[in-house]
């Protein structure tokens, strides 16, 4: 008798998976909001392989993990064989050998994934690859503005900030444009991106129209910023300020991936403005991990 092997479901792209798939993970993520739990994964493991420092993305994952009763395998780079050389390959067809049911890798090489999905027997969770994609924060970002528009067709959405360096426009500037959005990018001309396929407009141009301003993290550490410019011409000339929020539509969000550089892309007092969105966003990625681990584990929608 042939026995087909079911191929893991890896969640590396939003890229890969159909729209149909991508409103199936939003809504289920809305129905775990809402307390409709999916079935629990009693004796399934996942280790967390973070080659990157993480405090969202991987507490996230952790306590969407223990919502699902998954068992995590501790993972320590800084104690793991990765310190006497090994490669990732070989870190994770040691965790797969020793019976590990999903791995959830944050790397710091963009694309470490793709050996990885041709070669495993268990799903890879992308929690971003260097200036690639961040998927999952990606997918929390769609479950945020669903959940507040019930649509993505029409929308006017401005991603604004250090574009060149960001895994999370990349991915969201992909899937939204596939979903309905009008979605333009706002950043300093050395900071632009020409491969997302933005169209390229000022903020203080698009503001009145947007109906989400989704601002990115200035990363202080993929450049030298004062070469450029100093924190606060940035803040004056690029970031989000009380006078600029003034002028947004009162139905209008703000949402931002965190961690946020206060003053910088936007002012500390707009962070828990009534029409932020950047702590619910945080919520939400509990729920939107927890569904991606549902799909890997082969549960239930």
């Known amino acids: 008798m042939n026995i087909i092997k079911q191929q893991p479901k890896h969640f590396v792209s939003l890229d890969t998976l159909s729209l149909d798939e991508i409103m199936g993970?939003?809504?289920?993520?809305?129905?775990?909001?809402?307390?409709?739990?999916?079935?629990?994964?009693d004796g399934k493991t996942v280790a967390n392989l973070f080659?990157?420092?993480?405090?969202?993305?991987?507490n996230s994952f952790q306590m969407a993990e223990r919502h699902l009763k998954v068992q995590e395998i501790p993972f320590d780079v800084a104690t793991s064989s990765v310190t006497k050389g090994e490669t990732l390959y070989d870190t994770c067809k040691t965790l797969e050998a020793i019976?590990?049911?999903?791995?959830?890798?944050?790397?710091?090489?963009?694309?470490?994934?793709?050996?990885?999905?041709?070669?495993?027997?268990?799903?890879?969770?992308?929690?971003?690859?260097?200036?690639?994609?961040?998927?999952?924060?990606s997918l929390?970002?769609?479950?945020?503005?669903?959940?507040?528009?019930?649509?993505?067709?029409?929308?006017?959405?401005?991603?604004?900030?250090?574009?060149?360096?960001?895994?999370?426009?990349?991915?969201?500037?992909?899937?939204?444009?596939?979903?309905?959005?009008n979605v333009v990018g706002c950043s300093p001309a050395s900071w632009w991106d020409e491969s997302m396929g933005?169209?390229?407009?000022?903020?203080?141009?698009?503001?009145?129209?947007?109906?989400?301003?989704?601002?990115?993290?200035?990363?202080?550490?993929?450049?030298?910023?004062?070469?450029?410019?100093?924190?606060?011409?940035?803040?004056?000339?690029?970031?989000?300020?009380?006078?600029?929020?003034?002028?947004?539509?009162?139905?209008?969000?703000?949402?931002?991936?965190a961690p946020v550089n206060r003053d910088v892309e936007i002012a500390g007092s707009l962070i828990e403005h009534p029409q932020s969105r950047i702590f619910p966003q945080m919520t939400n990625g509990v729920y939107a991990r927890m569904a991606i681990l549902n799909r890997a584990l082969g549960g239930q929608l």
């Open 25 to 41: 993970l939003i809504e289920e993520s809305l129905r775990y909001k809402q307390g409709n739990m999916p079935p629990l994964f």
């Open 99 to 137: 019976g590990v049911d999903a791995l959830v890798i944050r790397h710091p090489e963009s694309g470490y994934y793709h050996e990885l999905v041709e070669t495993l027997n268990i799903p890879v969770l992308n929690g971003g690859d260097g200036s690639g994609e961040h998927p999952s924060q």
């Open 51 to 58: 080659f990157e420092n993480s405090t969202r993305t991987k």
């Open 198 to 257: 933005l169209e390229h407009r000022d903020l203080d141009d698009v503001l009145a129209d947007c109906d989400v301003i989704m601002l990115l993290r200035v990363q202080h550490e993929r450049h030298i910023m004062g070469d450029i410019f100093s924190k606060e011409d940035y803040h004056v000339r690029y970031g989000l300020t009380p006078e600029r929020v003034e002028r947004m539509k009162p139905q209008a969000i703000i949402m931002h991936p």
């Open 140 to 181: 929390l970002d769609l479950v945020t503005i669903f959940e507040e528009f019930k649509t993505f067709e029409g929308l006017n959405i401005a991603i604004c900030g250090d574009l060149v360096h960001s895994r999370v426009a990349r991915s969201n500037a992909s899937v939204l444009k596939r979903l309905g959005a």
